[in-house]
């Protein structure tokens, strides 16, 4: 029981990891002009908020941890905010 609970948890960090990750990449290859129209915070904003989130991913793996948690909000809000405006 605790093996499957254990599998369960690996792979949702995985996946939220990858979201975050995501996010990050995506946020980095845009041009800050891209931000003006799509999002109320700044690529600068967007890019400290993201890369905190990856990071705190990395050091707690936890996929359910508070900062963890938080962070998957975050990069969800970017990608509906940027990839859902298609601002390219």
Not at 52 to 78: E, S
Request: charged share 10%; with cysteine; hydrophobic share 60%.
């Amino acid at each position: 029981m605790f093996e499957i609970q254990g599998l369960l948890s690996l792979a949702l960090s995985v996946v939220l990891f990858g979201v975050k990750a995501f996010a990050l990449i995506d946020c980095v290859a845009r041009k800050p002009a891209q931000f003006v129209d799509a999002s109320q915070v700044s690529r600068n904003g967007w890019l400290v908020i993201l890369g905190l989130a990856v990071l705190a991913h990395l050091v707690m793996w936890n996929p359910l941890g508070i900062l963890n948690l938080l962070g998957t909000v975050a990069a969800l809000v970017y990608l509906a905010q940027l990839r859902g405006s298609h601002a390219y």
